[in-house]
């Protein structure tokens, strides 16, 4: 509304009275004055050029927004590539770590196998050192046989001596 008529009454409500208005009076006062406050609000543009006013800027926004979702198709796509190409890095690096598990369990079987040749010696070491000990006590009662045999002998020698 212009500064004008904010001071001045409508003509369309009937003088002041002290009936209060009905909704049919209100809403027939709009119906008529609509278009003129439309108008009024576009810089006192005539409704007609209001209307072509009006379908131009929603031409415009129809447009514009056209524009805006083929923006964001295009960023979705652009998008779509992009998570297609992690998907393809990650698959790289599934192989990558599927690989080296391998190698790891290869690298494990290596190591089982040098654990039982390890094992193997260490039972062939227990096996000599177990003949070695065996070896040390049959030497130990051979000396002590030889030393019982050799005093034994050297007693008789000098009794058969000492009878003579």
């Known amino acids: 509304m212009s500064t004008a008529n904010t001071n001045q009454q409508p003509a369309a409500f009937p003088p002041p009275e002290n009936h209060p208005l009905t909704l049919e009076e209100i809403s027939g006062h709009v119906r008529a004055h609509m278009g003129e406050w439309l108008a009024e609000q576009s810089f006192a543009k005539p409704p007609a050029v209001y209307e072509v006013e009006l379908r131009e800027r929603m031409i415009r926004l129809e447009e514009e927004l056209k524009h805006q979702r083929e923006l964001m198709k295009q960023g979705f796509d652009l998008m779509e590539k992009r998570f297609g ?47 070695f000990e065996e070896t040390n006590r049959r030497i130990d009662r051979f000396m002590l046989w030889s030393l019982g045999a050799i005093m034994s002998a050297s007693f008789f020698v000098i009794g058969v001596l000492k009878l003579w």
Not at 93 to 117: A, L, P, T
């Open 85 to 131: 190409m992690v998907d393809k890095r990650f698959e790289m690096v599934d192989r990558r770590f599927e690989d080296m598990n391998k190698r790891f369990e290869m690298v494990d079987k290596r190591f089982d196998d040098i654990n039982k040749r390890f094992d193997d010696i260490n039972k062939r070491f227990e096996d000599v050192n177990k003949r």
